[in-house]
């Protein structure tokens, strides 16, 4: 049997409540002589969750210590088998957006390697993640692409796996992407295509972390890619602008933020300039 086109790749971690709907929408795009999907279990302890997990019999499903997102996507990639990977939250719902268009992308394109596309959240009907054309400085300074991504698999056997050795898990997507930019590789973002439904939850790894838990990851990046990262550097331009101009500098955050049809006027008519 040859190998599947794409390997779907879903970590979870006491969430089989949830994983019971993201695999329903799984199957509902699912070939299987073109998918192969892989559930990593990173070390559950939920009953049910453990449960859920012996019901999944089409799939292959990965047993493993708890090591963290990272962890389990390094798992999952390690005996994937498709030609490309698609990595899916446990809490998320997948459409036919890449499975379609995404693969299209990369079939076509040979110098893409990495393929991103718009998040729908869950519920909200029109409410999208924020995201844009790919951009490497604003990437040096937070992260606008989300894990799920449809990847070359070479990619990782050149860079490597998701990096465990961050202290605290919720950037590691992050780190990946750029990564991937700083060894020239393409993206690719596919504008208006919906590649999932995002769950927002409250009890979220990216909610739980703290300022400080933040700041050990911001320090993280700065030292792996030293000169590369400044997570200050933007605030600390502006700051200046501010520190020379407060009142005007103020009142031009406010008229673009609440009043943006007479912010674009003032520009039009040269009374400000459109950069901040």
Known sequence: ?????????????NMGELLSETLESVQNVYESSLH????VNDG??????????????????????NGGLASARNAGISIAKGKYLLFLDADNLLTDGYLKKGVEVLDNHPEIDIVYGESEVIGS?????????FDLQTLMSYNYIDACCLVRKRLFDDLGGFDENMKIMGYEDWEMWLRAALNHKKFFYMEGVIVQQYRVRNDSMLRKIDKQKRDVLYE?????????????????????????????????????????????????????????
Not at 55 to 63: K, L, P
Not at 245 to 273: C, D, E, N, V
């Open 1 to 13: 049997m040859p190998d599947p086109l794409v390997s779907i790749i879903i970590p979870c971690f």
């Open 36 to 39: 192969q999907v892989i559930v």
């Open 44 to 65: 559950s302890t939920d009953p049910r969750t453990l449960e859920i997990f012996k019901t999944i019999t089409q799939h292959q499903v990965v047993h493993k210590e």
């Open 125 to 133: 009907g029109k409410e999208r993640l924020f995201t844009k054309p």
């Open 220 to 276: 993280h990046l700065e030292k792996k890619y030293p000169g590369l990262i400044n997570m200050t550097g933007v605030s600390d331009f502006y700051y200046k602008k501010f520190d020379i101009h407060p009142i005007g500098w103020t009142a031009k955050l406010f008229i673009r933020k609440y009043f943006p049809s007479w912010y674009k006027q003032l520009i039009r008519k040269g009374k400000i300039s459109r950069y901040l």
